[in-house]
C-alpha cells in the first residue's frame, strides 16, 4: 500500500540554521507530494507541493525535489526562523481515481533565537 | 484561509453523548474529506464524499457516521462518545477527486471528558 515515512523529530535548531527534514514514500504509480505544515494551536496548511517527478515545490523559502530514483521528498531551508517551529507533514496523494491523502507521523520543528 | 469552514472550534462533552461537527467546503469543492488527528494515531483518514455520495472509507468507528448534503456542506456525527475520542477533527475539501490539491480547515477540537 501507500505509505509515507519521516525523520522522526524534534528538530532543534537554532536561528538562521540549514533545516532538511526527510520524506521517503512507498507508492504505485505516480502520486503527488505534499508537504503540510501545523503551527502552535492551528489547522493543517498547505505548504508546498509536486506533481511529478523532478518538480520543485517552493513556497516561504521552503523547498522540496520529487525525487523518483529515491522516492523522497526531503524539505529544506536555507535559514529558519523562530516562526518557523511548528509541525511538518509530508503527504502523498495518488492522482487516479478517488484517492485520499497519506500522511507520515510528521515532525517537530522548534527554532530557538 | 484555506476557504474550508469548521464548527464549532472546541467542544467538550461526556462519554456517551453524541455530537455533530460542521464543515463548508471552499467555493466550488465536490469533494469533502474528514480526517481526525489524534496523539497516538497521527492523522488518520476517516471518509470522503463527492457532491454527496460516499466514496472512500478509512479508519471511521461504526459509531461514527457522516454525510454531505446538497449544498456539499458536510456533517460528522459521533456517536457513544468515549474519552478515546478525544482529537482534532479536521475537514478538507478538493475540486474533484483525483489531481487536485487538498485543503484543510482549522479542525474541531473535540474533548471528551
Known amino acids: 500500500g501507500n505509505s509515507v515515512t519521516q525523520m522522526e523529530g524534534p528538530v532543534t535548531l537554532s536561528e538562521e540554521a540549514f533545516l532538511t527534514i526527510n520524506c521517503t514514500y512507498t507508492a504505485t504509480g505516480y502520486p503527488s507530494l505534499f508537504w503540510y505544515v501545523q503551527y502552535p494551536g492551528e489547522g493543517l496548511q498547505l505548504l508546498l507541493k509536486a506533481t511529478k517527478a523532478d518538480d520543485k515545490g517552493s513556497n516561504k523559502g521552503f523547498e522540496a525535489t520529487y525525487r523518483k530514483e529515491t522516492t523522497s521528498f526531503h524539505l529544506e531551508k536555507g535559514s529558519v526562523q523562530v516562526s518557523d517551529s511548528a509541525v511538518y507533514f509530508c503527504a502523498l496523494k495518488r492522482d487516479t481515481g478517488f484517492q485520499k491523502l497519506v500522511f507520515g507521523t510528521g515532525t517537530r520543528l522548534l527554532v530557538s533565537p | 484561509d484555506s476557504g474550508v469552514t469548521q464548527t464549532p472550534k472546541h467542544l467538550i462533552t461526556a462519554t456517551g453523548q453524541r455530537v455533530t461537527l460542521r464543515c463548508s467546503p471552499r467555493?466550488?469543492?465536490?469533494?469533502v474529506y474528514w480526517y481526525q488527528q489524534s496523539l497516538d494515531q497521527g492523522l488518520q483518514f476517516l471518509i470522503q464524499?463527492?457532491?454527496?455520495?460516499?466514496?472512500a472509507k478509512g479508519n471511521i468507528l461504526e459509531r461514527f457516521s457522516a454525510q454531505q448534503f446538497p449544498d456539499l456542506h458536510s456533517e460528522l456525527n459521533l456517536s457513544s462518545l468515549e474519552l478515546g475520542d478525544s482529537a482534532l477533527y479536521f475537514c478538507?475539501?478538493?475540486?474533484?477527486?483525483?489531481?487536485?490539491?487538498?485543503?484543510f480547515g482549522e479542525g474541531s477540537w473535540l474533548t471528551v471528558v
Open positions: 464524499y463527492y457532491n454527496g455520495e460516499e466514496r
Open positions: 478538507a475539501s478538493s475540486a474533484g477527486t483525483a489531481g487536485n490539491t487538498i485543503y
Open positions: 467555493s466550488g469543492d465536490l469533494s
